[in-house]
Antibody, heavy 122, light 108 residues
Framework: QVQLQQWGAGLLKPSETLSLTCGIY????????WNWIRQPPGKGLEWIGE???????NYNPSLKSRVTISVDTSKNQLSLKVRSLIAADTAVYFC????????????????WGQGALVTVSS | SSELTQDPAVSVALGQTVRITCQGD??????ASWYQQKPGQAPVVVVS???IRPSGIPDRFSGSRSGNTASLTITGTQAEDEADYYC???????????FGGGTKLTVL
């Protein structure tokens, strides 16, 4: 059973860079899309972007200019960087396994990491 | 449109059936998935892919699609089903993913 474990800094200042890592245990990066999703306090879910085993990434157009998602196949890890942070980036950030790369008819996220609260404040 | 629209709140009497809907143009081409989220927890998928119920999800949860609307139906709603529910699919271009705004389900 695949499990995801996240870690990274929780309190950052405006203009700094958020950096989170997600370890994949009990499974491989190969054959799936791997995603980052966030949820501001008291609000809904927002898809940030996805990456496949080769490192090919796809981003939410609203965040694309500030976001980088990458994989480290040697460590079986997924990473997220968000640059030029603002207060509105305050959220719980989740990593999640997405659909198999061969699927074209939709999408789903399963499993999810435990979530990490990132607060942006001066 | 590249949006998925959900009713913000729905209520249901204990033991009754409730349908939570998700509307969007992209749903004419792509299946939706559905997530249950309880306070302080990560979301859990309750319907995935082609309206498939993942292992461990009770069979009172089911998904369907008609035109531009996807639906999550809970038959015989239990008190523990009280939660926020989100739909997810691709946008109309197929290139990006998006979530509906979420529906808060209250079990009376």
């Amino acid at each position: 059973q695949v499990q995801l474990q996240q870690w990274g800094a929780g309190l950052l200042k405006p203009s700094e860079t958020l950096s989170l890592t997600c370890g994949i245990y009990g499974g491989s990066l190969s054959g799936y899309y791997w995603n980052w999703i966030r949820q501001p306090p008291g609000k809904g879910l927002e898809w940030i972007g996805e990456v496949d085993y080769s490192g090919s990434a796809n981003y939410n157009p609203s965040l694309k200019s500030r976001v980088t998602i990458s994989v480290d196949t040697s460590k079986n890890q997924l990473s997220l960087k968000v640059r030029s942070l603002i207060a509105a980036d305050t959220a719980v950030y989740f990593c999640a396994r997405g659909r198999p790369t061969i699927v074209s008819y939709g999408n789903w996220f399963d499993p999810w990491g435990q979530g990490a609260l990132v607060t942006v404040s001066s | 449109s590249s949006e998925l629209t959900q009713d913000p709140a729905v209520s249901v009497a204990l033991g009754q059936t409730v349908r939570i809907t998700c509307q969007g143009d992209s749903l004419r081409s792509y299946y939706a998935s559905w997530y249950q989220q309880k306070p302080g927890q990560a979301p859990v998928v309750v319907v995935s892919g082609k309206n498939i119920r993942p292992s461990g999800i009770p069979d009172r949860f089911s998904g369907s699609r008609s035109g531009n609307t996807a639906s999550l139906t809970i038959t015989g709603t239990q008190a523990e089903d009280e939660a926020d529910y989100y739909c997810n699919s691709r946008d109309s271009s197929g290139n990006h993913l998006l979530f509906g705004g979420g529906t808060k389900l209250t079990v009376l």
